[in-house]
């Protein structure tokens, strides 16, 4: 089984970022992360910080620069590319209070970019988060840089990089996925009305864990009754009750990368009504993947058609939009709206995510999906039905 990235691979990804940065005539580019977004840096070096921020450095050519604060060396040690290439940097902690451990060198902004580019002056520095750089770190990496030098926001380089899946990269997100689920069916005998939302939690993340996944790869909602209405959230201490839906929303990380699944349930018998809009929803979902997504299509037009359905079937505009990427983590480019212009390509990997709200409450069905030559192929399709327990 496949548990994660070649070397080779990560080799491959920072020589295609080079030459985009020759053909940008970049003399540098710079990602930055944190715990929370650190799709780049992950993606780049296999690098996910804890606690403290961190940073990849590249430069034109050779390999690139792992950045970190003075707590965590010994961890972004085991990045992709091994302890040589870390670097210590105080713009890089996580308080203002270091912790400084002997024998750690601390370089500077000025003295990392020097070491990328040979000493020759930045000239044109590509930043690849632009928007999520601290400002005190945006002006350490203008002032080491030549004077009048130009700091360029290339995230969409990144993003158009990280969409185009290989087949590695597919295969670890399908057995996210299939993880999830199997986590899914393992779970649901366990639950009970009793049982918090919390404790609804804590069975789905065991199962992950069990089952050889990482862990959850984003928040997990297993929201019941009004609390549904909420399309994204966090659990309370809130017990499910009997004769109302429970929506369940999570995914696994393996290898790196994210897999996402969603399903409603019901304890108890379901009215009627649920039943048929549950069996909308499906007719909605089986579209997306039998006919509305494949390869030339652009995620405008998916967005029309999925929005289209929703009116012609004598329901409003859905609340939520059709389809998102998916990879490193669960919300990832292409972003599907009526003005999008991405074109779909065989190897992207899109989440096919679907969620139904009316006055009391709201569910969602979610699997992923791979473009293929033809179409669209889900990873997971089971317990598409009315599940009630």
């Known amino acids: 089984m496949q548990t994660g990235i070649a070397y080779t691979e990560y ?21 930055y992360g944190t715990e929370d977004s650190y799709r780049n840096l992950v993606y780049l070096a296999d690098y996910w910080p804890a606690f403290e921020v961190g940073g990849v450095l590249v430069g034109r050519s050779g390999l690139p620069l792992v950045l970190n604060a003075t707590e965590s060396l010994e961890y972004a040690q085991t990045n992709a590319f091994g302890p040589s290439r870390v670097r210590q940097c105080l713009a890089f902690d996580h308080s203002e209070s270091p912790i400084l451990n002997p024998g750690v060198e601390l370089r500077s902004v000025q003295a990392l970019l020097d070491e990328v580019t040979g000493g020759r002056p930045v000239r044109r520095l590509g930043l690849g988060d632009y928007a999520t750089i601290p400002y005190p770190l945006y002006q350490e990496l203008r002032a080491g840089c030549a004077e009048n030098a130009e700091l360029v ?23 996210a996925c299939i993880l999830t689920e199997h986590a899914f069916e393992r779970a649901l005998p366990q639950l009970s009305p009793a049982m918090t939302q919390y404790e609804m ?33 966090r659990n309370k201490h809130l017990r499910a009750g009997r004769e109302q839906v429970v929506t369940v929303g999570f995914g696994c990380h393996f290898g790196g990368y994210c897999g996402s699944y969603s399903r409603p349930f019901f304890f108890g018998a ?3 009504q649920l039943k048929q809009e549950l069996d909308f929803m499906l ?6 993947a039998d006919e509305w997504l494949k390869p030339g299509t652009t995620t405008g037009d998916v967005t029309a058609q999925y929005n289209e359905y929703f009116r012609s079937s004598g329901y409003s505009c859905p609340p939520g939009a059709p389809c998102h990427g998916l990879g490193i983590m669960e919300d990832e480019e292409p972003y599907f709206q009526i003005s999008g212009q991405e074109v779909l390509r065989p190897g992207m990997t899109i989440a096919v995510d679907n969620y ?18 033809t179409g669209a192929r889900l990873f997971t399709n089971g317990n598409q039905d009315h599940i009630e327990l």
């Not at 926001?153 to 057995?175: A, V």
């Not at 939690?201 to 019941?224: D, H, R, T, V």
């Not at 007719?283 to 997306?288: A, D, E, G, Y």
């Not at 709200?357 to 030559?373: K, N, Q, S």
């Open 11 to 31: 080799c491959q990804r920072i020589r295609r970022l080079q030459e985009e940065m020759i053909r940008l005539d970049l003399d540098a580019f710079f990602c």
């Open 356 to 373: 139904f709200r009316t006055a009391e409450y709201g569910f969602r069905f979610e699997d992923v999906a791979v473009i293929t030559e």
């Open 153 to 175: 926001d290339c995230d969409s380089i990144l993003h158009h990089l990280r969409m185009n899946k290989t087949e590695t990269e597919i295969s670890l997100i399908e057995q």
């Open 270 to 272: 379901m009215p009627e």
């Open 283 to 288: 007719r909605v979902h089986q579209k997306l």
């Open 201 to 233: 939690q804590g069975i789905f993340a065991s199962e992950l864990y069990k089952n050889g996944g990482e862990g959850p790869g984003f928040a997990m909602g297993n929201f019941s009754g009004r609390m549904t209405r909420c399309s994204i959230g």
